[in-house]
């Protein structure tokens, strides 16, 4: 089993800052692409950033240049940084991974339980 922790989340003005995390434990032998999405009240999940194991980055265009993905293999942890945030960015932010087990079995589109960011005018 693979479990996906989010932590990072509040309340802040427009403007402000938050850090997302998205720790990765259990039975783990390698996590490949990282993602993080968010879901707005009535609103369907919408893909905000993702990341491959190398690196390499992808963004939607609301989170461009505004919100960075990285991530830290060594400690299974995936980070994403809002800045300059606004009340359009409230929502509950999820991240979502694929790895592989010890025993070679992939487990694709893991889910974790999501953070609240909430943005006030």
């Known amino acids: 089993q693979v479990q996906l922790v989010e932590s990072g989340g509040g309340l802040v003005q427009a403007g402000g800052s938050l850090r997302l995390s998205c720790a990765a434990s259990?039975?783990?032998?390698?996590?490949?692409?990282m993602r993080w999405y968010r879901q707005a009240p009535g609103k369907q999940r919408e893909l905000v950033a993702g990341?491959?194991?190398?690196?390499?980055?992808t963004y939607a265009d609301s989170a461009k240049g505004r919100f960075t993905i990285s991530r830290d293999n060594a400690k299974n942890t995936v980070y994403l940084q809002l800045n300059s945030l606004k009340p359009e960015d409230t929502a509950v932010y999820y991240c979502?991974?694929?790895?592989?087990?010890?025993?070679?079995?992939?487990?694709?589109?893991?889910w974790g339980q999501g953070t609240q960011v909430t943005v006030s005018s």
């Open positions: 979502q991974a694929d790895a592989t087990t010890p025993q070679a079995i992939g487990v694709w589109g893991v």
């Open positions: 990341i491959t194991s190398r690196g390499t980055t």
């Open positions: 259990g039975s783990i032998f390698s996590i490949y692409d």
